[in-house]
């Protein structure tokens, strides 16, 4: 990205394809929630919890929609849904746990665990991107504490079948393991739907499920999300708030409160999501340097480049200088040297003319 910028300061047009947050607005009437709650001077501290009104709606949300079984004592607001990993590893991970991640996987997780003094036990998942749960099972040891879960994924865009999480959810219980479901694309789904593993018999006193508004809200610069943990644990990330960040900002949390309204309108942004995968799945399978998994949810891509010769750095920094697109390599997501992450999160103009782009040098 920094290089990319460093092009933009020169007058060159460059194609974001790397960029993590949808490029819609935030919904007015959330706008308009958090504009009343300044003008009416909400703008002061709040319980490092959370104000009761937002964590009672976020438990809401999450019996209805997630079938969790939880109430506003098992939710803790923090700024941002990061702040909610890096409280709970935090919260959980002692020196020398070790902590499986599946990957391809979102690079802050092995870095907050490694902070943690923990011990990170990467697992490759499949070709087609699922889980591959023998290969979960054979790193299990007596030191495994935790198991990081990501559905819809970031950067595959694939997301779990049922099979798959419940699977998961019998190790867990086998093994007495916790499990942290990072679920915040959960609302960006275009084929198949979202279970939350919380939902599953016997996961409820062993998950830890985060959740937040910046995908599905166009809210990235709001920093709100939220966990809801078993509450003893949820004591505990509450102690880790309230001596570091205090507590999320005041008039962001009412903003909260609108968002989770079932008036806000997320559909049309969700609909032009989809839209926007199946143009550049369809038009980067035209062209042989990519090998494509069409991803279910999320708003990411991950082809395989491997036919170009180059590794995923390599290749990058190819499209970058050569055509102006910046993309993020394979290797940042747990050494996947053969793919790349291209976003669709973008307008569909932006996507043509990339595609063009690559057309006239890749075919």
Not at 84 to 108: G, N, Q
Not at 114 to 132: I, M, Q, W
Not at 151 to 165: A, D, F, H, L, R
């Amino acid at each position: 990205m920094t290089k990319a910028k460093e092009l933009q300061a020169k007058g060159i047009k460059v194609i974001q394809l790397d960029v993590g947050e949808p490029d819609f607005p935030t919904p007015i009437n959330v706008i308009k929630a958090a504009e009343r709650a300044m003008e009416n001077g909400f703008t002061h501290y709040t319980p490092s919890a959370g104000i009761l009104e937002l964590r009672e709606a976020i438990a809401n949300k999450l019996r209805e929609e997630n079938n969790l079984n939880v109430t506003k004592d098992n939710i803790i607001v923090t700024p941002g849904s990061k702040q909610a990993i890096f409280y709970a590893i935090m919260a959980l991970v002692d020196e020398d746990d070790e902590v499986i991640i599946p990957t391809p996987a979102w690079p802050s997780y092995m870095e907050i665990v490694n902070l943690a003094g923990g011990k990170v036990r990467e697992v490759p998942s499949l070709p087609d991107f699922s889980l591959n749960i023998e290969g979960i099972k054979e790193v299990i040891n007596n030191k495994t504490k935790l198991i990081i879960l990501n559905s819809p994924n970031n950067p595959t865009g694939y997301v779990m079948k049922k099979e798959e999480i419940k699977a998961l959810a019998e190790i867990a219980i086998d093994s007495d393991i916790f499990v942290l479901s990072d679920e915040i694309y959960e609302k960006l789904i275009y084929e198949g739907e979202h279970i939350s593993i919380g939902s599953i018999p016997g996961m409820e006193e062993r998950t830890l499920t985060i959740n937040g508004f910046s995908k599905t809200y166009a809210m990235t610069g709001w920093r709100l999300g939220y966990i809801a943990a078993p509450k003893p644990i949820a004591l505990e990330i509450n102690k880790i708030q309230q001596h570091s960040a205090s507590c999320v900002t005041s008039f962001v949390q009412i903003a909260g409160i609108e968002a989770l309204k079932p008036e806000t309108p997320i559909k049309p942004m969700i609909e032009e999501f989809k839209r926007r995968r199946d143009y550049i799945c369809n038009a980067l399978e035209k062209i042989p340097w990519f090998k494509v998994n069409k991803p279910s949810g999320a708003f990411y891509i991950f082809p395989d480049i491997s036919t170009s010769g180059m590794n995923s750095d390599e290749f990058c920094n190819m499209l970058l200088e050569k055509l102006g697109i910046s993309t993020t390599p394979g290797s940042a997501f747990g050494g996947y040297n053969k793919n790349i992450r291209i976003s669709y999160a973008t307008s569909i103009e932006n996507l043509r003319e990339a595609v063009s782009r690559m057309e006239k040098l890749l075919r």
